[in-house]
Structures are given as structure tokens and as C-alpha cells.
């Protein structure tokens, strides 16, 4: 099976940088990737790994050491419209996009 | 260029009721994959659908079943509705290239309610 762990709840004021820490355990393992949602809304994609290394996408950037089942999603220039809820999914190795395993998310405040 | 459509938006149902949802995925995808997440948790996996095929399936009973038409469109069935079915049920789209990546995109969801 597969499982994931991340905090639940993270607070950080406006223009700050924030780190959200994913761990996971799995029988299988062909990247991790990071997703956005806002209340009511549908996950949007953010960006994913399969190689241990730090991927950058403006803003957010993604770190993956897969020696340690371990991942960060990293915000820089916090703004007010980045409080969202951010999940880490794990897809397994004989799977393609669609069947990834998610964490419970960690709901991330933005405060002025 | 249209994204993942679905329909109904909301639907509230009794227990014991059956129900489809339907999911129009992103143009030029051929992979529907569908997820329930609950309040509070993460989108959990269902099944996906390619090739009119059921590829891959969660841990979620045989009342929850599925229908990938020719134009790739996808329909979720659930049987004898339990209150534990509330949730919002997420459709996502991809492009199945084998050994690479395929990111999905998500679909605004149905908010489904059992009373």
C-alpha cells in the first residue's frame, strides 16, 4: 500500500516563504507531484518529480530525495491568493498520471 | 480550448438511490480516471478508464462502476447510495503515453449529498 504524510495546517504572513514537508511510504514509486486547491475548486497541477533534485516552476519550486520517501513544495513572495489547501500525491511505478495517491493536504493561510 | 467538464455541479440523493456522473475530459486526452474526496482529505482513487476499458481500480466496492464511451467522455455510476458516499467526486483527464509523465487535470467536481 501506499500512505503519505503532511502537515495539516500552515501559517505564514504575505511576501514570507513557506516549505510544506511530504513524507511517504510505498511498495512502488514513480514520482511525486504537487497539486492546489482552493475552496470549492478542482486541484490544479504544480509540479512534479521522478528524480531526486529541485524543480522550479516561478514561485513554487519542488524537492524530491527519493533515499528518504521525502518531498518538499516550497512558496516563495507569499500572496494573499496562495491560501489553498496543497496536496502531495505519489504515483506508483506501473501507473501512469491518472492513478496517483494523495495525502490529506495541508491548508496553507496567507495573512497580511 | 475547453478543460475537464462535469455534470450535474451538485445532486442530492436518499439513501439507497442510485446516481451518474458524467465527465467530458480536456481535448485531446484519451485517459479518464475518477476520485471521491471527502471533507477534509485528499481525492481518493477510484478507477480509470481508457480505451473504453477499465485499467486500474481502488479499494472501493462493486456499487461504484464506470462507462468510457467512443469520444472518450466517462460516466460514474454509484449503486444503493450510502450517507459515507457524500463527498465531491472528481473527474481528471490525461494523455496515456507509456513511461513518461502525463500530468492530469481535474474537473471542477460533483458535490454529492446523501441524506
Known amino acids: 500500500g501506499q500512505s503519505l504524510e503532511q502537515p495539516s495546517e500552515v501559517t505564514a504572513v504575505e511576501g514570507a516563504i513557506v516549505q510544506i514537508n511530504c513524507t511517504y511510504q510505498?511498495?512502488?514509486?514513480?514520482?511525486l507531484s504537487w497539486y492546489q486547491q482552493h475552496d470549492g475548486g478542482a486541484p490544479t497541477f504544480l509540479s512534479y518529480?521522478?528524480?531526486?533534485g529541485l524543480e522550479e516552476t516561478g514561485r513554487f519550486s519542488s524537492f524530491l530525495s527519493r533515499s528518504d520517501s521525502y518531498g518538499y513544495l516550497l512558496l516563495q513572495e507569499l500572496q494573499m491568493k496562495d491560501s489553498a489547501s496543497y496536496f502531495c500525491?505519489?504515483?506508483?511505478?506501473?501507473?501512469?498520471?491518472?492513478?496517483?495517491?494523495f495525502g490529506d493536504g495541508t491548508t496553507l493561510t496567507v495573512k497580511p | 480550448d475547453a478543460g475537464v467538464t462535469q455534470s450535474p455541479t451538485h445532486l442530492i440523493k436518499t439513501r439507497g438511490q442510485q446516481v451518474t456522473l458524467r465527465c467530458s475530459p480536456k481535448?485531446?486526452?484519451?485517459?479518464v480516471s475518477w476520485y471521491q474526496q471527502a471533507l477534509g482529505q485528499g481525492p481518493q482513487f477510484i478507477f480509470q478508464?481508457?480505451?473504453?476499458?477499465?485499467?486500474q481500480r481502488g479499494n472501493f466496492p462493486d456499487r461504484f462502476s464506470g462507462h468510457q464511451f467512443p469520444n472518450y467522455s466517462s460516466e460514474l455510476n454509484v449503486n444503493a447510495l450510502l450517507l459515507g458516499d457524500s463527498a465531491l467526486y472528481l473527474c481528471?483527464?490525461?494523455?496515456?503515453?507509456?513511461?513518461?509523465?502525463?500530468?492530469?487535470?481535474f474537473g471542477p467536481g460533483t458535490r454529492l449529498t446523501v441524506l
Open positions: 478508464y481508457y480505451e473504453e476499458e477499465e485499467r
Open positions: 481528471a483527464s490525461s494523455l496515456l503515453t507509456s513511461g513518461s509523465y502525463n500530468e492530469q487535470f
Open positions: 510505498t511498495s512502488g514509486f514513480y514520482g
Open positions: 500525491a505519489v504515483r506508483s511505478r506501473d501507473t501512469n498520471a491518472g492513478k496517483s495517491t
Open positions: 518529480n521522478a528524480l531526486d
Open positions: 481535448s485531446g486526452h484519451d485517459t
